[in-house]
Every structure is written in C-alpha cells, then in structure tokens.
C-alpha cells in the first residue's frame, strides 16, 4: 500500500472539486442562452414598470427569482399591499419547495450556513441538470456532487445577473417588435424536449402542458404549481403501469 | 414610509421578496433533516423538472386572451417548426434561431 503524504492528497483532492466543478460548468453553458435571455428580458420588464435602475438592480441582485419578480411588478405598480406581493411571490415559488425537498439529502451533511447558501442559490436549471445526473444516484453526499452542483449554480447566478443587469440600462437599445420573450420560450423548449427520454416521462409532461394549459385563468401563476404537481403524479402512474407488465415502450 | 411609489415601499418589496426566495428555497435544505422523504416521494421527485418546463412554455405558446378565452397564435406554429428542426439536428441554439426565424417570416406574412 502506497502512503500519500497529506499535501499530495490535498492536491488531489483539488484537482478532482476542480473537474467535478468543470463537468457542472459544461452541463449549464448551453442553458445559458436561455437564462440569459430570460434575464434581459425581466430586466427590460423592471424598468418598463416603473423602476429605478437601482432599484431594478438591487432586486435583481438579491431576490435572484425571475418569475415572481414578473408577478410582482404589475402588484408594485398598482401599489399592492406589500403582504399581497409577499404572497403572490410564495405561491410562484411553491416549486422551489419540491426542488428543495429532492435536493436536499445531497447535502444534509453540511453545516446549516452552508446549506442556506447552497439552497438560496438553486435555480431552475441547476435543479434540472443536477436531478438529471444523479437522480439515481447510490451514494449521496459526495464532494463530487457538492462540486458539480457549484459548477451548476455559480456560473449560472452570474449569467443570469450579468443579462439581467444588461436588460435594465441597456434593454432600450432593443426594438420591441423582436419579442425576444419568445426566444427565452424556445430556448426552454430546447432544454426540455432532450428530458422526455421515456414513456413515464412523456406521459407527465403530457398531463403538466395540458393542466399549464388549462388552470391558465387561475390567479398567481397558480397553474404552474398544479401542472407540477399532476406531472409528478401521472409520471409515477405511468411507471406503475409499466412495472406492472403493461406495454413497454 | 411603506407609501406605494417611494424608495421605502420599494426597499421594503425588495426585502421581503429576498425573504421569500430564501424562505422557500434554502427551506428545506436548513430544516430537511429532521423531516426526510421516503424513497417513493424521492423518486417521484424526478418528474417535477420537466413539468415545471412545459408547465413556463405551454402558457407562452398558448395564451388566454384577457376575456379568458383561449387563443391561437403564429408561436405555435413556429414552435411546431422548432420542435422539427430539434429532431432533425439535436441542437438548441437551431430551434432558438429557425424557431425566431419561423415567427418573424409568419408574422410577416399572416
């Protein structure tokens, strides 16, 4: 057996957080077309509701959420009642608790400063691609997906940040009748398509684009946290059935 | 000072949706190892990034019109046309650009 000396494993151990952070870095770059364009476009969104530019970049900054960003901003401009956008912000957050929830046991281990940071900073895109790798991971914990998941939200909070302050001192310089929101749309679609790898999985995001599609009407973006909660449910039914000697795709 | 329009009712929306984010975010992660999740709701889990997706896109690509009447518009059809040249190319930046390329052309024409 061959003894390593402590700096050497120390180095070692470096040089592997400095792949795994890599690896997460290479799994989120093609994603950032996508946030980045979403990110310019809530920060034009701040701006045209009526925002100061320090205002929009300080909210940008540190509420880090596009999506209940967007919700708020017409409440802040009617002049809501500030538990009103509270909780419309919640309910359009209600998805992070899910993410959260499968998260978590991969970094139980840490100490509680750590996992409040490590969980401020997930966002939708770290949340996919790090599920996506280790969903059905054996062992949970290790350095490598501490690191990986680095790879995953850093780059990523700094793009969406680096777009989304573009967005607000410089969203003007875009003709509007390029609707770049659309882009931002098919971006997610070519994040998304690449997912539905089985039956189980077609069939959940079957049910989550026609409940999205139906439960629009509801109020607070109420209808995203349904679709996420029918896709999850038809998914586990799907796989069932298949379990169950049904047709096998 | 929480007067709608002021730089306080601003600093104070800014403040408690940074609440928010971390309340509902780091949640889980802070207090989840007192409350576990079996191993059936885990795996059931894995269905929830894709749903999120589809659940942000299908409300842009199909709309309700303000009445709360359901609407048809070009972005699907050019996102018809994306979700093709995905198939045939396996490429992101492609459906961004012909599915771009597809609504401006509709647009145009229609």
Known sequence: MTKVSLPQARALARARAAKSFNEGFQQVLPTMVATSLWGFVTGIAMVKAG???????????????????????PLITAGAPLWLIFAAASVVNI?????????????????WPARLGL??????MGFVLFMSKFADAKKRGTPHQMWFYLGLIIPGWISWQVASLAGIFMGGVVPQGWELEFAATLALMGITIPLVKNM?????????????????????????AVAVVGGIVSGVAAEKYQLKGGHRV | MFEPGSDGYMLAVIGLLTVCSAIMRAGYFVVGNRIPLT???RRALRYAPPAA??????????????????????????????????????????????????????????
């Open chain 1, 119 to 124: 969980g401020y900073w997930l966002s939708d």
């Open chain 1, 51 to 73: 925002m100061s530019e320090l205002m929009a970049s300080l909210m940008t900054l540190l509420v880090y959420a596009g999506s209940a960003q967007l919700t708020a901003l």
């Open chain 2, 39 to 41: 191993e059936n709701v």
């Open chain 1, 95 to 111: 998805r992070f608790v899910i993410f959260g929830a499968a998260v978590q046991p991969f970094f139980s281990r840490y100490r």
């Open chain 1, 200 to 224: 189980p999985m077609a069939v959940s995001i079957l049910v989550a684009g026609s409940l999205a599609w139906l439960c629009q009407p509801l109020p607070l973006r109420l209808g995203l």
């Open chain 2, 53 to 110: 997706l589809v659940a942000i896109i299908v409300p842009e690509l199909l709309p309700w019109a303000e009445g709360g009447r359901a609407f048809f518009d070009v972005r699907l059809l050019a996102a018809l046309v994306a979700v093709l040249v995905y198939v045939r190319t396996r490429s992101t930046i492609a459906v961004i650009l012909s599915g771009m390329g597809a609504f401006w052309l509709l647009r145009a024409i229609l």
